[in-house]
């Protein structure tokens, strides 16, 4: 709304003196005091308990090598696609549930290598369609098949044990990540930085 507007002819046809200097006084008009802090509900759920807390070695993007990396031994090189979430202390022997971020369709729930027990799903995230992908699963705890709906925060299966065929050899993690698109892309480390456009950090799109 603009109050810049030629002043309006007064009823008797005569138009009202516009003798002062226009001033805009839009902005007058604005609410003084706006919601500074809006409390946003996340649209995606948690994968783990207390996930946000778990990444500690490798984060989205992350560029490792097997000379450079935050975990050892390291036999992959690339930037990394995904989020990693580590287990907390106690969580070696015991069950670790993983959930589902958002809702969907299965896609796949096999064995890939450099992750053991791998589910893909699909979801929409902020009007993208997107695949997600959860590595390092024990396959036998998954349920659920291809072409299966699932809903958010679904328990969709435990982390593998440690340095097992249900993680490929790595250690007991969950690796999460989400590729723009319909497609599958397993791919855990982009060779080419620029590659990684077409994933997106699970930690932005929580928070
Ligand atoms: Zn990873």
């Given amino acids: 709304m603009s109050n810049r507007t030629p002043a309006t002819p007064a009823p008797d046809g005569s ?12 902005t007058s008009s604005e609410p003084a005091v706006r919601p500074s802090n809006p409390i ?3 649209t995606l759920g948690l994968p783990l308990t207390d996930a946000l807390s778990r990444v500690s070695k490798k984060p989205f993007g992350i560029k490792v090598s097997p000379g450079h ?3 050892s031994p390291e036999r992959f ?4 696609t995904g989020v990693d979430f580590e287990i907390q202390p106690g969580e070696e022997n015991s069950d670790v549930p993983v959930s589902a971020i958002c809702d969907g369709s299965v896609l796949a729930t096999r064995r890939v290598s450099g992750y053991g027990g791998v589910l893909v799903q699909n979801c929409t995230i902020e009007k993208q ?3 997600v992908l959860y590595g390092h699963l024990k396959l036998s705890s998954m349920k659920l098949k291809s072409g299966d709906t699932i809903k958010k925060a679904e328990h969709i299966g435990i982390l593998g044990a440690a340095y097992s065929y249900d993680t490929d050899g790595e250690r007991k ?3 999460l990540s989400i590729h723009n698109g319909d497609k599958i892309v397993y791919l855990g480390y982009a060779q080419k930085e620029s590659d990684l456009s077409s994933w997106l950090d699970f930690i ?3 928070k």
């Fill in 15 to 26: 138009k009202t003196a516009v003798s002062a200097p226009e001033t805009d006084i839009s």
């Fill in 40 to 42: 946003k509900t996340p």
């Fill in 69 to 71: 990396s935050p975990v």
């Fill in 77 to 80: 090189s690339g930037s990394h």
């Fill in 129 to 131: 369609t997107v695949t």
């Fill in 173 to 175: 993690h969950l690796h």
């Fill in 204 to 206: 932005k799109l929580y």
